[in-house]
């Protein structure tokens, strides 16, 4: 006991962390009941989650290969060879996931409770920096899974970020390190992954925990007592003096019992659900893909599937750039008057209809096939009124060489009203409905289409036959709109609502 003492004792006088530390151990904390009490957890399991992810990740690095060769099979190694490898991918994956969820609760909460306002005002700039930065953790983590969903998520957002108006181009080319999702795609992301954004995590979550400390947590809000930047200190002071406890004891056994859910749940998850399936490597020819991102992401997937394609190069940057504008401006425009939420009714009507929208969009995102259909039956040559073998031979095509994975055909024809009923219409939503094909583009035009892809339509060039292309084209040539409405008419607007990529 001598001995431990002697060095504690040494370490202390050459170093001072325990008179550091103590006083962050002692210092007062507003008094919270058992009702108000349990919100202020969320910010520490944050914390608790963010470390999960840190020694996780630590460990799945020493195993994991960067590169676009060694990628998924140092993957592969680590799901099924390494000890505890399955588990540890699990770790990190529902770690991530708690990470989002919890920073999302956090900030809600923080909105909720108007612990913002002065003189909080940075404590909630550093947390809008942290908050994106989780995001941007799960997107960029989300490739280096360097399987099919991982490869063609990136894709996809890759080419949406293209369409941005004047830097589309320079922001996909910055984004995908080159003019393809490569090699070269893959390196960028882990070096943002494992060096660049974890290091302003750490910046911000010092200068943010430093703020709690310096500036106190908020008390719960008192309907009546507006904030005012003039008398809040002092007003502060007084209430700690008066009801406050320390934080040792007092208030940290309630996120210490939160810590050990968060870990509980992550370590729950791991073992029973486990990680994300490893899909087949990345090939770009193959095209029973099912690009999804994972489930933080998703609902904006929906946005950009729902809104018409012409406002997505708008919606794309412009939607996550005006959050941010917004959550920035926020603490410097309402950091006075009253916290409680019950006097805020603007504020929480906003808040609850971000929640309805974004699980509304959520569960669109989980119903709706973001691309290839792949429980598409071949159409019946029947049903299509085909005179001749050549666009029958199309049809099937149409099918075997899975463009019906992607694109939809009015079965009977949109000139044939005679035929009511359902499935009118089969195939999938990811490129443009097909069934005005004849009336809106020549020979030509499908032709090139067909051959040269592009927007996430591959390039047919050298997976089909000259006779084989002739047949598509030619049956899609049949497919048009009712003889006599205009060209633009109104099966093009269904198209349109139906294209998710264009
Ligand atoms: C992986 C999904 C996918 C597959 C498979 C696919 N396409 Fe596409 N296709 C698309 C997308 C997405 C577009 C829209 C591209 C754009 O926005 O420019 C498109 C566009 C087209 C167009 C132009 C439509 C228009 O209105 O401009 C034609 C024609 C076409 N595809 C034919 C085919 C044919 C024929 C096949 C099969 C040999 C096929 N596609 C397979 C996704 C696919």
């Given at each position: 006991m001598a001995i431990i003492k002697g060095i504690l004792g040494?370490?202390?006088?050459?170093?001072?962390?325990?008179?550091?530390?103590?006083?962050?151990l002692d210092h007062k904390v507003p008094y919270t009941n058992w009702k108000t009490g349990w919100w202020y957890v969320l910010g520490s399991a944050v914390l608790v989650a963010f470390m999960i992810q840190v020694i996780s990740g630590i460990a799945l690095s020493t195993s994991y290969v960067s590169s676009a060769g060694e990628a998924y099979n140092s993957l592969k190694f680590i799901t099924d060879e390494m000890i505890f490898g399955n588990f540890l991918r699990g770790m990190h994956f529902w770690g991530g996931s708690a990470m989002v969820l919890l920073v999302g609760a956090h900030a809600l909460h923080v909105f909720i409770v108007g612990a913002f306002k002065f003189p909080r005002e940075v404590n909630w700039l550093s947390g809008v920096v942290l908050f994106f930065t989780t995001l941007a953790m799960g997107f960029t983590g989300q490739l280096l899974r360097w399987d099919q969903t991982a490869y063609w998520s990136v894709i996809v957002g890759a080419d949406q970020a293209a369409r941005t108006p004047f830097i589309g181009e320079s922001l996909a080319k910055f984004v995908m390190a080159g003019n393809t999702v490569g090699g070269a795609t893959l390196s960028r992301f882990f070096a943002y992954h494992v060096f660049f954004i974890p290091g302003i995590i750490f910046l911000f979550i010092g200068l943010h925990l430093f703020l709690v400390i310096r500036n106190g947590i908020s008390e719960p809000?008192?309907?009546?007592?507006?904030?005012?930047?003039?008398?809040?200190?002092?007003?502060?002071?007084?209430?700690?003096?008066?009801?406050?406890?320390?934080?040792?004891?007092?208030?940290?056994?309630?996120?210490?019992?939160?810590?050990?859910?968060?870990?509980?749940?992550?370590?729950?998850?791991?073992?029973f659900v486990g990680p994300p399936h490893l899909e087949a490597p990345p090939d770009p020819t193959e095209l029973r893909v099912y690009p999804r991102p994972d489930w933080y992401l998703l609902w904006y997937f929906s946005v950009l599937a729902l809104i018409p394609p012409a406002a997505e190069p708008y919606v794309?940057?412009?939607?996550?750039?005006?959050?941010?504008?917004?959550?920035?401006?926020?603490?410097?425009?309402?950091?006075?008057?009253?916290?409680?939420?019950?006097?805020?009714?603007?504020?929480?009507?906003?808040?609850?209809?971000?929640?309805?929208?974004?699980?509304?969009?959520w569960i669109t995102g989980l119903v709706s096939p973001w691309s290839p259909d792949l429980t598409t039956k071949p159409i019946d040559p029947a049903v299509l009124k085909l005179s001749d073998a050549q666009t029958q031979l199309g049809a099937k095509l149409f099918y075997e060489k899975g463009c019906q994975y992607c694109h939809a055909i009015d079965v009977y024809g949109p000139s044939d009203a005679s035929q009511p009923g359902s499935p009118r219409v089969v195939g999938g939503a990811r490129g443009p409905d097909l069934s005005t094909t004849g009336s809106r583009l020549t020979k030509e035009q499908i032709v090139v289409r067909i051959l040269n892809g592009g927007n996430s339509m591959p390039q047919f060039g050298t997976l089909l036959t000259p006779p084989e292309l002739d047949a598509i084209v030619a049956f899609l040539q049949t497919r048009k709109l009712p003889t006599g409405e205009h060209q633009q008419g109104k099966a093009n607007e269904v198209e349109v609502s139906t294209n998710q990529k264009k």
């Amino acid at each position: 006991m001598a001995i431990i003492k002697g060095i504690l004792g040494w370490l202390e006088d050459r170093t001072g962390l325990g008179a550091a530390v103590k006083p962050v151990l002692d210092h007062k904390v507003p008094y919270t009941n058992w009702k108000t009490g349990w919100w202020y957890v969320l910010g520490s399991a944050v914390l608790v989650a963010f470390m999960i992810q840190v020694i996780s990740g630590i460990a799945l690095s020493t195993s994991y290969v960067s590169s676009a060769g060694e990628a998924y099979n140092s993957l592969k190694f680590i799901t099924d060879e390494m000890i505890f490898g399955n588990f540890l991918r699990g770790m990190h994956f529902w770690g991530g996931s708690a990470m989002v969820l919890l920073v999302g609760a956090h900030a809600l909460h923080v909105f909720i409770v108007g612990a913002f306002k002065f003189p909080r005002e940075v404590n909630w700039l550093s947390g809008v920096v942290l908050f994106f930065t989780t995001l941007a953790m799960g997107f960029t983590g989300q490739l280096l899974r360097w399987d099919q969903t991982a490869y063609w998520s990136v894709i996809v957002g890759a080419d949406q970020a293209a369409r941005t108006p004047f830097i589309g181009e320079s922001l996909a080319k910055f984004v995908m390190a080159g003019n393809t999702v490569g090699g070269a795609t893959l390196s960028r992301f882990f070096a943002y992954h494992v060096f660049f954004i974890p290091g302003i995590i750490f910046l911000f979550i010092g200068l943010h925990l430093f703020l709690v400390i310096r500036n106190g947590i908020s008390e719960p809000p008192e309907r009546g007592e507006a904030v005012d930047p003039k008398t809040y200190r002092q007003r502060y002071h007084d209430l700690l003096e008066k009801t406050g406890v320390p934080f040792w004891p007092d208030a940290v056994w309630r996120d210490a019992v939160a810590a050990i859910i968060v870990v509980l749940g992550v370590v729950g998850l791991s073992i029973f659900v486990g990680p994300p399936h490893l899909e087949a490597p990345p090939d770009p020819t193959e095209l029973r893909v099912y690009p999804r991102p994972d489930w933080y992401l998703l609902w904006y997937f929906s946005v950009l599937a729902l809104i018409p394609p012409a406002a997505e190069p708008y919606v794309i940057l412009g939607g996550p750039g005006l959050a941010i504008v917004l959550m920035i401006i926020l603490p410097l425009i309402a950091n006075k008057g009253e916290r409680s939420p019950l006097r805020r009714p603007w504020a929480m009507g906003f808040v609850l209809l971000l929640v309805i929208m974004i699980s509304t969009l959520w569960i669109t995102g989980l119903v709706s096939p973001w691309s290839p259909d792949l429980t598409t039956k071949p159409i019946d040559p029947a049903v299509l009124k085909l005179s001749d073998a050549q666009t029958q031979l199309g049809a099937k095509l149409f099918y075997e060489k899975g463009c019906q994975y992607c694109h939809a055909i009015d079965v009977y024809g949109p000139s044939d009203a005679s035929q009511p009923g359902s499935p009118r219409v089969v195939g999938g939503a990811r490129g443009p409905d097909l069934s005005t094909t004849g009336s809106r583009l020549t020979k030509e035009q499908i032709v090139v289409r067909i051959l040269n892809g592009g927007n996430s339509m591959p390039q047919f060039g050298t997976l089909l036959t000259p006779p084989e292309l002739d047949a598509i084209v030619a049956f899609l040539q049949t497919r048009k709109l009712p003889t006599g409405e205009h060209q633009q008419g109104k099966a093009n607007e269904v198209e349109v609502s139906t294209n998710q990529k264009k």
